[in-house]
């Protein structure tokens, strides 16, 4: 007994399905998800991932399903507020039109940055302004700390009668420069409360203050051993923060050529 033959139409349409399945295939490749026909696309589970690989989560198959599960919730739930109607809300649109002017704008900002980059040469400039506009100075001083007004009366009298400061130093409260010989290293003038600063700065390399210096801890006698442009900072070490200071002025140029150029009422 012969089958009956399939029907010409029949096959042509399994045919037709056969050639879809490539299609079909490569789509579901390219999205994560399709939820009530709104593809997620593959590429949005990635940047998610990535942005929380970021901040020190492992890239693993069970993160990658959970931010597929999250991104789907957060799919039903838009679809949901647009079958209520809630993007024709004030409030709504209000909130969407702030979104969209910070991206638009977050992007305008890449895109002069990128027409418009910083070049090393601008930074090597920026780096050298303002190493000569914010020369420090560093200072090399000793000094004995002690109770009383008179107490350091007499150390400054013994210096002037030839006693070394390293030996004077030892009676100092200071324990930990005492035995340093009264040596406080090299210091920026910030470093010191006012009192003393103002008596360090004031005095020439090798002299020492005739009158003691008073401040919160007590009373000091202040002897300047040596002075120094302070080091400033190899350009690599502030080479990122001097770049982010150089976009900021461009972003701000741009500012100031658009608001020239616009009509403001």
């Known amino acids: 007994m012969t089958m009956p033959s399939t029907p010409l139409s029949l096959r042509l349409a399994k045919l037709a ?10 789509a579901l490749a390219q999205n994560a998800a399709v939820v009530n026909n709104k593809p997620i696309p593959t590429k949005k589970v990635d940047e998610f991932v990535a942005a929380l690989v970021a901040q020190g989560r492992p890239d693993t198959p069970e993160l990658r399903a959970a931010v597929r599960e999250e991104l789907i919730a957060r799919e039903l739930f838009a679809q949901e507020a647009e079958k209520k109607g809630l993007l024709r809300n004030p409030e709504v649109q209000s909130q969407l039109d702030a979104v969209r002017q910070d991206i638009l704008i977050r992007a ?121 442009d302070a080091a400033a900072p190899p350009i690599e070490q502030v080479k990122p923060q001097i770049r982010q200071q150089l976009e900021r002025e461009r972003v701000q140029n741009l500012q100031k050529d658009l608001r020239a150029k616009a009509k403001v009422q």
């Open 17 to 26: 399905a056969m050639a879809l399945l490539p299609v079909a295939s490569a």
């Open 108 to 228: 305008l900002i890449r895109d002069h940055l990128k027409a418009k980059p910083i070049t090393d040469a601008e930074i090597t400039a920026e780096y050298e302004k303002v190493k000569k506009e914010s020369a420090e100075k560093e200072y090399r001083a000793r000094h004995v700390l002690v109770e009383t007004e008179d107490e350091a009366k007499q150390i400054i009298a013994d210096l002037k009668k030839g006693t070394a400061f390293e030996e004077l130093a030892k009676k100092s409260k200071d324990t930990g420069s005492a035995a340093q010989g009264g040596d406080l290293d090299w210091n920026t003038r910030d470093t010191f409360v006012k009192e003393f600063s103002d008596a360090m700065v004031a005095l020439e390399k090798g002299k020492f203050t005739e009158a003691p210096v008073k401040s919160q801890f007590g009373w000091h006698v202040i002897r300047l051993d040596d002075v120094r």
